[in-house]
């Protein structure tokens, strides 16, 4: 029964998705949402693409201040697989976390800055501390969007849902960051959910060192400034994405003010994330910037403009990134293959050799003693030899 939840309910949601996105888009209609599109141009929505890549590089510094022990590159590549996951492929945010777990062991040699091989307890250990300093920058930045969206007219029944919520997602990640500090039977449970998700041999890596897994997230949340430090640097990447939201809806031709748009972003943010089950959070994204933009006095045509030009801006970025995680992923594999392909023959040709110049040895020699000796070589290359069928 569980199981066959787990298969369904996705598409379910993403059944509803669709339904919900149809039905918006028929009341606003496709002619008025294509002249509002008309007006940002390519420049227009490149400019937007431009905006998001730095927010995206913004993340990456979020992580490495929480995270300093793994380098910028890799956390802020693992960052952009991680967001292209959930934005371009059919997975919930789940699914998103899980490849940005392999994202950030990406590579044919996965190190930290120290030089330590980089493995799946560090691996999770570091996504759920970004994941966590990412929720609490959330959390303050919901809670300025409701600041924002107070005194305007019908923004009551956004602003009490949104309170309770807050208080809801604020008891649950006070939970999860006990269950990171002694969690114990919690933790491990952690390690066999994301091992239900990865390759056979990761798994094995993962849920047999959970002590090590416990170890990691320990010394991670041994730096409290560090995971401040990342807390604030995400509700600064927030913000910066209120400031895409008011850059396109004046493209669109809404002139509002920032804290209209920080509001918007903000209310929009919190309702997408209680929908997180929704597959790329298809209908919501729609719905709710509709809804808001009704409040502020925007049209539903250019509050759909908006959401689409949102996800146009994910996609054109999360394709090409899924494409080259892709290409570093099959160099990985291929230059595992080769090294195990490559490794036995190289040894028993060695050692064959080792064999071969030993009996020339012996048979040139003058007397029994070094014929007896090259024949103990012999004996001991052929007893070292690997067994290869």
């Not at 997975?91 to 044919?108: I, K, N, W």
């Not at 990134?321 to 594999?333: D, I, T, Y």
Request: charged letters at 15%; proline letters at 3%; a positive charge.
């Amino acid at each position: 029964m569980t199981k066959t939840l787990k298969k369904t309910l996705p598409i379910i949601l993403s059944l509803l998705g669709v339904a919900l996105f149809t039905f918006i888009a028929a009341k606003a209609g496709i002619q008025p949402v294509m002249e509002a599109l008309g007006k940002v141009g390519v420049g227009g929505f490149f400019l937007l693409v431009l905006i998001q890549l730095v927010l995206d590089v913004g993340l990456g510094l979020a992580w490495k201040a929480a995270v300093p022990q793994i380098g910028l590159a890799r956390l802020t590549g693992a960052r952009f697989v991680r967001d292209a996951a959930g934005a371009c492929l059919p997975f919930s945010q789940l699914g998103g976390m899980v490849l940005g777990v392999r994202a950030t062991l990406a590579g044919h040699q996965a190190r930290d800055v120290d030089g330590e091989d980089l493995h799946w307890p560090e691996g999770v250990a570091a996504n759920l501390v970004d994941i966590t300093t990412e929720v609490l920058g959330q959390i303050a930045f919901i809670l300025v969007a409701i600041l924002c969206l107070v005194g305007h007219q019908g923004a009551a029944r956004f602003i009490w849902p949104l309170m309770g919520g807050m208080v809801l997602l604020s008891l649950g990640i006070a939970g999860f960051i006990w269950t990171q500090h002694r969690g114990g039977s919690m933790v491990r449970k952690a390690a066999m959910f994301f091992g239900r998700h990865i390759a056979s041999d990761w798994r094995e890596s993962l849920i047999g060192n959970t002590d090590i897994f416990q170890a990691r997230l320990e010394s991670l949340w041994g730096r409290p400034d560090r995971i401040m430090l990342g807390a604030i640097v995400h509700f600064s990447c927030w913000v910066g994405g209120a400031a895409a939201t008011w850059t396109a809806l004046e493209l669109l031709g809404a002139h509002v003010g920032f804290l209209s748009a920080l509001a918007i972003e903000g209310v929009v943010c919190g309702i997408m994330s209680a929908g997180f089950l929704v597959p790329a959070a298809l209908g919501v994204q729609e719905a709710a910037y509709v809804a808001l933009g009704l409040i502020f006095g925007i049209d539903s045509q250019i509050s759909l403009s908006l959401s689409l030009l949102r996800r146009g801006r994910d996609i054109l970025i999360g394709i090409p990134v899924l494409l080259g995680w892709q290409v570093v992923e099959m160099n990985r594999l291929r230059k595992e293959r080769a090294t195990l392909a490559g490794t036995p023959d190289d040894t028993v040709t060695s050692v064959l050799k080792k064999a071969r110049t030993s009996a020339m040895a012996g048979a040139a020699g003058k007397d029994g003693s070094s014929h007896q000796k090259a024949e103990k070589e012999d004996d001991a290359a052929f007893a070292t030899a690997p067994r290869v069928l």
